[in-house]
């Protein structure tokens, strides 16, 4: 089956800085990658996903990109904010119709907790 | 819109004991999945259901039993509960495929004595 890496677990960034968060697939049939924000106490929240036909996506300040290849993908949030601070994971499926009824899990990666810092 | 609702919130089990958490959503999703999360571990999906009648089995369904009855609704049991079901346990929903965004409920928050 897929099996998602996440890296680094837990990441502290300076307000108004960068972060990245990085994350590595096993299956090169996967082709949705997903990311997803918790706050405390609630369930995840999708933030932005790519599909396997596109490199990068934008989303204000949030980018995901995607190396196929190499089969890792990245999450990069700029100038953060402190509402930035939560729990974010990335995930991978080989997605699909209800006609591949079996065959679709979405995979989880263990989490990053990122702080942003005042 | 309500999104997805779970049942309880919290509970305390003591071990043997049985037990239903109800998932319902409104947003008359095909796709409904549970997921366990626990500490470093991320979200492990136990079951899911692509409609009506129909489950599958995700990466930890031991120990666990769904039913979907009902579209917008997707029950899971645990019939013996064991101290290592003591989780935090996540229903979500989806659309027509299984790459399209899914909807999280709050979570219930199960111990397990």
């Known amino acids: 089956g897929e099996n998602v890496e996440q890296h680094p677990s837990t990441l502290s960034v300076q307000e108004g800085d960068s972060a990245v968060i990085k994350c590595t697939y096993s299956?090169?049939?996967?082709?949705?990658f997903p990311w997803y924000k918790q706050e405390l106490g609630k369930g995840p929240q999708l933030i932005i996903d790519?599909?396997?036909?596109?490199g990068e996506k934008k989303d204000q300040r949030i980018a995901v990109t995607l190396n196929k290849t190499a089969k890792h993908f990245s999450l990069h949030i700029t100038e953060t904010q402190p509402e930035d601070s939560a729990v974010y994971f990335c995930?991978?499926?080989?997605?699909?119709?209800?006609?591949?009824?079996?065959?679709?899990?979405?995979?989880f990666g263990t989490g990053t907790r990122l702080t942003i810092i005042p | 819109n309500a999104g997805v609702t779970q049942t309880p919130k919290f509970r305390v089990l003591k071990t043997g004991q049985s037990m239903t958490l109800l998932c319902a959503q409104d947003?008359?999703?095909?796709?409904m999945y549970w997921y366990r999360q626990d500490p470093g571990m991320g979200l492990r999906l136990i079951h899911y259901?692509?409609?009506?009648?129909?489950?599958a089995k995700g990466e930890v369904p031991d120990g666990y039993n769904v039913s979907r009855l009902k579209k917008q609704n997707f029950l899971l049991g645990l019939e013996s509960a064991a101290p290592s079901q003591t989780s935090v346990y996540f229903c979500?929903?989806?659309?027509?495929?299984?790459?399209?965004?899914?909807?999280f409920g709050p979570g219930t928050r199960l111990t397990v004595l």
């Open positions: 299956d090169s049939a996967s082709n949705y």
């Open positions: 979500a929903s989806s659309g027509l495929r299984s790459d399209n965004e899914q909807f």
């Open positions: 947003m008359n999703h095909e796709y």
């Open positions: 790519i599909r396997s036909n596109v």
């Open positions: 995930a991978a499926l080989k997605g699909g119709d209800i006609s591949n009824f079996g065959n679709e899990k979405l995979t």
């Open positions: 259901s692509v409609g009506e009648g129909t489950t």
